[in-house]
């Protein structure tokens, strides 16, 4: 006899608490919503690694070892520890429980507390957004990637046909060549293209640049530009004056883009048995690379002083409350939580996984990238800090202008530029890319589990996927476009802000740690992995996070303001209005969806309350706890 797969059953269970409160749990069968059985990792390794390249992302090099550095070095990980054991950490934890108990991705897996399946849908819209602006980043280092590969590093010159007059490595370079003789321009990084070596192109630009007149000298008041920064501005993104000022597609970033798509492609078609044997190299060999770099940058002159500003203490700046607001933001990025990526990671576990001891490898390895990356950045700012004989907080920068213009000048002063320039680059494609395809992943995970019977097969997988990247591919043009630089940073200051995932987590601990209540949950974890994990864990659930979340996002809302381009460029309102909206799609998901859904139900609002939170779980996902020892689980069923 078989049970009749599309009869949902309701039963009543006794939770063992202290009030012996009586609740409802509705029974479902998984085989009713799919003969299909759902992806699984071919072994647990997979997913340790596939956590970790989700984790271990671009924010680790370009983010933390600044903010380190800002808010007073060594000190700045007392308020990171802190936010990490008590909120960043419980949440991952969190999620991955959950994906791997409820085996559904981010969407699905809210089924355990209806009432909040408008988390879910946050979390699908904000990963739709980020997966739309992170690979440009990608798409960028992909071309400087191939920029290196050239007999001369082209951002090492002012020789170049997108180079203006003020071009120059300093102020006192800029007035020389402006008020001097010819014999006084030769650049400190024309990386040795003296005038015998260079060629006609480049004499003609040198020539026009060396007639000067009076009203080039007394332009010797202006500031330099530095090379890096105009192949960067003028060369790269050829970016225009304004985001209303569109200015057509860059034809090398717009290849570039397809380029990391079609890569994108071919890393999850196939799915996660497919994409858990790429991280085997995507997220070990960027170590490799990493340890390279920083052992290459310890030997350069002027390293310690770097290293020493990096974790120098200053607990003076523990006073202000901006150092822990920084430290809360930053160890919520780097863990990657409230975007859904872990829970569907999380899903194609086995359902006795012991995912805790995996989620404390993943932040373990999470953190140690962070300080790794901090020492080999800071090794190579101390040396341009000491090359140029200026202080280092002259070259010390956070974000693209870390990667994409104090690094690659770094390069161009050591032996060898191209090959240091090469794999600099490749270590950032190889972090940023499992970032990139896990997110792609856990988004076919969401929608895969709303049509399981035509998606979680081979084929329907396979064109569901390619019509996202291609969807994703024509989005991502307005970022390729000379105005596209405005764009990216609406979209990276606004949809998965920082406000954005707090209020996600925040919602997620009220969900759990309240709702369906951290008690049970704990009991669910111990049902998978066969053992009790720490108290600490329940506590921040129902208390510590929601509390912490909250209030860094009291003071972010509080200090909010509004996008500058280089503190310079203030967008036009329409532009801020549209950024505000996307971090609005996804936050009121929330809200808007627990009203809808008291509103679809009858009966006074407390009955409405009391539906809405049933959970739907299978027979085998409920424990014995829930019931009194001397009652039955009394389940109806339909024999046929």
Not at 605 to 619: D, G, H
Request: aromatic share 14%; with cysteine; hydrophobic share 45%.
């Amino acid at each position: 006899m078989r049970i009749n797969l599309e009869i949902k059953t309701l039963i009543s269970v006794f939770h063992m608490d202290k009030k012996n409160l009586k609740i409802s749990l509705e029974v479902t069968n998984s085989n009713a919503e799919s003969p299909v059985e759902r992806a699984r990792w071919s072994s647990q390794l997979d997913f340790v690694l596939a956590c970790i390249g989700n984790t271990v992302g671009l924010g680790n090099v370009w983010r933390f070892p600044y903010l380190c550095y800002k808010n007073g070095g060594g000190a700045f990980l007392i308020p990171y520890f802190i936010m990490l054991f008590s909120g960043a950490l419980p949440v991952m934890l969190l999620e991955i429980g959950l994906g791997q108990y409820m085996s559904r991705g981010g969407l699905k897996s809210w089924i355990i507390c209806p009432l909040f399946q408008g988390i879910g849908i946050a979390t699908l819209l904000m990963l739709f957004l980020a997966s739309t602006y992170y690979i440009v980043i990608l798409a960028w280092g992909l071309y400087y990637m191939y920029a290196s590969v050239s007999k001369e590093i082209p951002w090492g010159s002012c020789l170049n046909d997108w180079n203006t007059e003020r071009c120059a490595s300093s102020n006192k370079e800029l007035l020389d060549r402006l008020c001097g003789t010819e014999s006084q321009y030769i650049s400190p990084i024309t990386t040795g293209q003296t005038p015998e070596k260079e060629d006609s192109s480049n004499i003609t630009l040198r020539t026009n640049l060396l007639n000067t007149t009076a009203v080039n000298c007394s332009l010797g008041h202006t500031a330099a530009i530095d090379p890096t920064v105009e192949f960067w501005e003028n060369h790269v993104l050829q970016i225009s004056d304004s985001i209303e000022d569109g200015g057509g597609l860059v034809p090398h970033l717009t290849v570039c883009l397809l380029v990391m798509w079609i890569v994108i492609y071919f890393c999850v078609w196939r799915g996660v048995r497919w994409s858990g044997k790429v991280v085997y190299f995507t997220a070990t060999f960027p170590y490799v690379i990493l340890i390279t770099l920083l052992v290459r940058g310890a030997t350069l002159p002027g390293a310690g002083n770097g290293i020493k500003y990096f974790l120098s203490p200053d607990f003076s700046r523990l006073q202000d409350a901006q150092v822990w607001i920084d430290g809360g933001t930053q160890v919520f990025f780097s863990a990657a939580v409230a975007l859904g990526v872990m829970t569907s990671l999380g899903s194609y576990n086995t359902f006795n996984t012991d995912f805790y001891k995996h989620t404390m490898i993943v932040a373990g390895f999470n953190f140690g990238t962070s300080f790794l990356s901090g020492f080999a950045v800071f090794s190579v700012l101390g040396f341009m800090a000491h090359e140029q004989n200026v202080d280092i907080d002259q070259v010390a920068e956070s974000g693209p202008g870390l990667v994409f213009i104090v690094y690659p000048k770094a390069v161009t002063m050591m032996p060898l530029p191209q090959l240091w320039a090469i794999l600099f680059f490749l270590m950032l494609f190889l972090i940023g890319i499992d970032s990139q395809f896990v997110m792609v992943e856990s988004v076919v995970a969401h929608i895969s589990d709303l049509f399981p019977r035509q998606l979680y097969k081979t084929k329907g997988r396979m064109i569901l996927t390619v019509i996202l990247c291609c969807l994703w591919f024509a989005m991502g043009l307005s970022m390729v476009s000379r105005g596209g630089m405005y764009v990216f940073q609406l979209y990276d200051y606004y949809s998965a802000s920082g406000m954005v995932l707090l209020w996600v987590c925040f919602w997620e601990c009220i969900a759990i740690g309240w709702i369906f209540e951290s008690e049970k949950f704990y009991d669910a974890i111990e049902l998978m992995i066969g053992y009790r994990i720490n108290k600490w864990f329940h506590i921040c659930w129902k208390y510590i996070t929601p509390l912490v979340t909250a209030g860094i996002f009291v003071f972010q809302v509080i200090g909010y303001k509004p996008l500058k381009y280089k503190n310079e460029y203030e967008y036009p309102a329409w532009a801020q209005w549209f950024g505000l909206m996307l971090a609005l799609v996804s936050m009121c998901c929330i809200p808007l969806y627990l009203m809808g859904k008291l509103l679809t139900l009858e009966g006074p609002i407390k009955e409405r309350f009391k539906k809405a939170i049933v959970p739907k779980l299978r027979a085998d996902q409920i424990c014995k706890k829930w019931m009194y020892k001397d009652d039955a689980l009394l389940m109806q069923q339909s024999w046929t």
